[in-house]
């Protein structure tokens, strides 16, 4: 067990989805996906140290309790209850992904108790060994456990590690708008999609480290769900394009949309004209499209599962 005054403090990084696509939904409900996952620089922050006994979780939102429902607490409890660990943990997370956004918020935060109550308690486990328990808290925690660039099958647990991806620049923007991944995947007719993204032809592009041949096969199945019932997405990817972005794409089950660009001053410049800046010249420009706008960068794989 550690030392009582021992702490770890662990960032919990966003992910995107640079393709993604639905191939069939199976008889059990779930849906088959075939994506290109992307770990990038927006973070949570979790700080975790021994209690005496049982479970604390503290987040600095009034709009996201510590109890049961929340991942953080679900991942601790599992792993004590797994591993036999008969005193406590209290956990504080920080939040700065978007909630509710299709950045995997929850799912990262997750991923960061597996790392960091494995390093805490010194249980030992692999990588390997996280992401087979982690996947029975959600489909998307074995690939934050991972980070980095990867493909992800299955319903979301099959991974295939692939090169890091070229470096880029990033625009993330959120609308004020909250979407439910369950609304969007029951309304999706995953087994009449008539046209599927080119995800073997992204994977190679990766391989080859060419950014363009990644940009140009950028899509997502989901929009058509997502973007008939919110049109402001397609609105901020329209507006991402018409000011220097390579491409634009919806995350997950959206709404956050990115746009990624090849070089940092025009990422700068369209960050400026889309974030709302009161003291700003061009605020007649300001269209509202995004309450929540960041810049960022991909992470690689080893910053990604390190925590750092």
């Excluded at 060419?210 to 049109?231: A, H």
Aim: hydrophobic share 40%; proline share 4%.
């Amino acid at each position: 067990m550690p030392e009582k005054s021992k702490t770890l403090t662990r960032k919990a990084y966003a992910k995107i989805n640079l393709g993604l696509d639905v191939l069939r939904r199976r008889q059990d409900g779930y849906h088959e996906v075939k994506m290109i996952m992307q770990t990038i620089s927006l973070y949570d922050t979790l700080t975790f140290w021994e209690a005496e006994t049982g479970i604390a979780v503290f987040t600095d939102r009034e709009d996201l309790p510590g109890d049961e429902h929340n991942l953080v607490y679900r991942t601790a409890k599992l792993l004590m209850d797994t591993y036999g660990i008969k005193s406590g943990v209290k956990i504080e997370l920080r939040k700065k992904i978007p909630m509710a956004a299709g950045m995997a918020g929850g799912s990262t935060d997750a991923a960061a108790v597996f790392h960091g109550m494995n390093e805490l308690y010194g249980l030992g486990m692999t990588e390997d060994e996280m992401c087979r328990l982690a996947v029975t808290i959600g489909a998307d925690v074995p690939y934050c456990i991972q980070g980095g660039t990867a493909l992800s099958e299955g319903i979301g647990e099959v991974l295939t590690k692939l090169p890091d991806a070229p470096d880029c620049f990033l625009l993330i923007a959120k609308p004020d708008i909250d979407v439910s991944t369950k609304y969007v995947y029951e309304n999706l007719h995953a087994n009449a999609l008539a046209y599927h993204p080119d995800i073997d032809g992204m994977r190679t592009a990766i391989e080859r480290g060419t950014l363009s041949g990644i940009t140009e096969r950028m899509e997502n199945v989901l929009e058509t769900v997502t973007v008939e019932k919110y049109p402001i997405i397609r609105e901020i990817k329209d507006f991402m394009m018409e000011n220097g972005a390579m491409n634009a794409l919806m995350s997950g089950s959206g709404p956050t949309v990115f746009g990624v660009f090849d070089t940092k001053e025009k990422a700068d410049a369209a960050y400026r004209l889309l974030k709302a800046d009161p003291d700003a010249a061009y605020q007649t420009h300001q269209t509202e499209l995004a309450k929540q706008v960041y810049t960022a960068f991909p992470v690689k794989r080893e910053q990604a599962s390190s925590g750092r």
